[in-house]
C-alpha cells in the first residue's frame, strides 16, 4: 500500500426533505450572502428552488442567482458567475444539481478570490482558496458532493479538462434521494455507469496488497449492481435511489482509493467523447470502459478474473483465468445494455471516422498517459476502434 | 434507509515515516502549545516519543507531558490532564498510543473549557466545545483515531462509560503501519476482535434497505479475515498491518453505519467484563459477541444466513437457513480461537459467579436496552449464561 493523505471535511446531510435545511447549514458554514447556481428549469418546475430561497429567507440570508448551467458545464457561465459575485459581494456558493452544476460553481468559487484566469486551475495550476461551496444534490453520478474536484470544458476549442484541490470540496452536501426520483431512466442509467466507472477506475491498479480497498470497491459495485436496475424498472423507489446516492459519495470522495494508484484513461478517453458529440458523460464511458478493459486486460488478467468472480459471479475458471477475465468484462458489458446504456459508437451516436480528430484532441502527442497501462496514442485509437465496434 | 448526518473532518495521514510530520499538522490545525499524552513506556523505549517531540522542536511548538494512560483509562489522569493543560495555557492535545490514549484525550479536551466536571459529558450531556485533538496511533483497534467517540473508567465504582461529539473528532490523525509492527500477538488479535465488533455492531439492525453499508461492511469483515491471520503468523508484515489499521478507522468514522439503526449491547455487555477484570477490551468482545449472536440469531435469520455465506464462506442451505446462520457463528468463534483469542469465561478468566454482578453493573434495572434486539437485564444473564461456557 502507498503512503497517502485522506481528507473529506464535507457535512453530508442525507435524506427525506433534507433542502429545507439548507439555510441552516450555509450558516453553519459561514456564508451571508449566497449565489445560487443552478442548471435547467426542472430545479424551479419541481419546486426545490421555491423551497431552497425559503430556507434562505427564513434565516435572513440574501441570495442572487445564476441559472444556465448545462451538462458538460461551459467556461462562459464561470465567468459570469465570478463577475456576479464579486459585483454583489457573495461570500458562498449553493449549487442546485448533479455534477455540472457543482463543477460549474466549484470553479466560480475558485475564480472570485483569484487575480488570473480561472482556467489556470484547469490548466495544472493547484487552488490555494475557494469561497466555500454548498451543495443540493439531484443526480446521483459525478460524486462532486464529495470530492475536491471539477471538470470544466472551455468553449474555445472545445477542451474538457480537471481541476482540483481541498479547498474545493464543499463545506455541506444536501442528499436527497426523493430529488432523484423524477430523472428519466437514461440520465438514471448514465450517472449510475459514472458512479461504476469511478469505483473500476480506482480498482485497476499496480499497487499490490490493498485488500482493504479492493474489498470496498467490491461492495460499493455489487450494491450498484443489486439497485440500478431496480431503479430503472421502479423510479420512485425511494430505497434503491438511497443506496445508490450513498455509493455515489463514497466511490468518488477517494475513502475506497486511498494507498493506491488509480487510472483515469477511460475518463480522460470518453472526455473527448463528450466534448465532440456533447453525449452524456456516462452514455460515453458506457462505450468505453469496456473496450478499455478488454484492451489492457493481459496486463494483469488475475486481477480482472478477481472481479469477475467477486463481482460478477463468474465461476473462476483455474485451469485458464483469462475466460474468467473476459466473462467478467462480457457481463459488465451486458449489465450496462439491460439498463439501457449504449455499447458502441452507433448507439451512442458518435462516428468511426471522428476517431483521429478524438485521438488529436486527446492530446498526449509522442508521450504516454499514466495509470495501470500507460497508453500512447495508438493505443487510445485501439480502444476507440474496439468501442467503435463492440457487440454484445 | 434512514435519514442522516455524516461528518468526519479528520485529517488522516497514513503511511511509513509519518509521524516526523506530526509538527507540521500541529500547525495546520492550529496549535500553538502542545499537551503530549500517552500511555505506557513502550513510546519511549522504540524511539516514537523522540520523533515526536524532535517534530515539534523543529517547528518552534512548546510542549508538555502527560503520562501513565492505563488499558481502560480511568477518570483521575483526565482531572490530572485538564489541571495542567489550564496551568500550562496548552491548546492543543496530542495523543500517542491507541484508543485508551486517545480516548483518554478526548476526554481533557472537553474538560479543560468547561466549567463543570468533566464526567457530565459521560453521563448524558452532549460536548459543546473541545481543544483541538490530533493522534498518532500506534494500536489498530479502537478506531478513536476517525471517531466522534470516548470511553472512560470512572475509579468510585468501575463504571466504565462513553461520550460523543463532532467536536471531539481529531484535526488530524497520523496513522503509521509501522508502529503497530511491535505489537504482541494477543494484543493485535485483541485490536482485530475490537475492529469485526464494530462492523458487527453497525451489520445487526432492523432497519431494511441498507445494501450499501451492508456490502461495506462485509468488504471490511472479508478484509479482517485474510489479513488477521497474516499479522498473527508475521507480525512485521507491513502491507497486512496497513490493511487492518484503514480498516479500523474505516470501520469506526461510522462512513459504513450511516442510515441504519445500529446495536452496541455487546460492547455494553463487554464493558462490564474489562471494567471488573481489568482485560483486553477486544478478548472480553471475543467471549461476547459470538455468544450474543447465537442469543438473537432467530429474531432475523437472513441476516445471519446472509452475512454467513457472504463473509464466512458458508453454502446457503435454502430449505433451512438457520443451519447457514449457525455455522456462521460458529465460524467467527473458531476464527477468534485461531488468532488466540478466548471463547469462554474460563479462557478470559471471567467467573460464572460473578455473572449477578456484572448484570447488576449494566444498569438496567426493570429497563431495555436499545438495539437489533431489546434486552433486558435476564437477557444479559442469559447471553453472559452462554458466553461463560461456550465451546468450539
Known sequence: MNNFNFYSPTEFVFGKDREVECGDYVIKHGGSKVLLHYGSSSAKKSGLLDRVQKSLQNKGIPFVELGGVQPNPHDSLVYKGIELCRKENVDFILAIGGGSAIDSAK????????????????????PQKALPVGTILTIAAAGSEGSGDSVITKEDGMLKRGAGGDCIRPKFSILNPQLTCT?????????ATDIMAHIFERYFTNTKEVEVTDRLCEGLLLTMIKETPRVIADPQNYDARANIMWAGMVAHNNIVGVGRDQDWNSHGIEHELSALYDCAHGAGLAVIMPAWMEYVMNHDVMRFAQVATRVWGCQMNFANPEVTA????????????????????????????????????FGIGDGK???????????VENIYKIAAHAQL
Request: with cysteine.
Open 326 to 361: 473476459k466473462e467478467g468484462i462480457r457481463r459488465f458489458r451486458q449489465f450496462l445494455n439491460s439498463i439501457g446504456m449504449p455499447i458502441n459508437f452507433e448507439q451512442l451516436g458518435a462516428k468511426e471516422s471522428d476517431i483521429p480528430a478524438l485521438v488529436k484532441s
Open 369 to 379: 498517459t499514466g495509470g495501470f497501462v500507460h497508453l500512447k496514442a495508438k493505443d
Open 107 to 126: 470553479a466560480i468559487a475558485m475564480g472570485v478570490p483569484y487575480d488570473g484566469d480561472f482556467w489556470d486551475f484547469y490548466s495544472g495550476k493547484s
Open 183 to 191: 430523472l428519466p431512466a437514461y440520465q438514471t442509467a448514465c450517472g
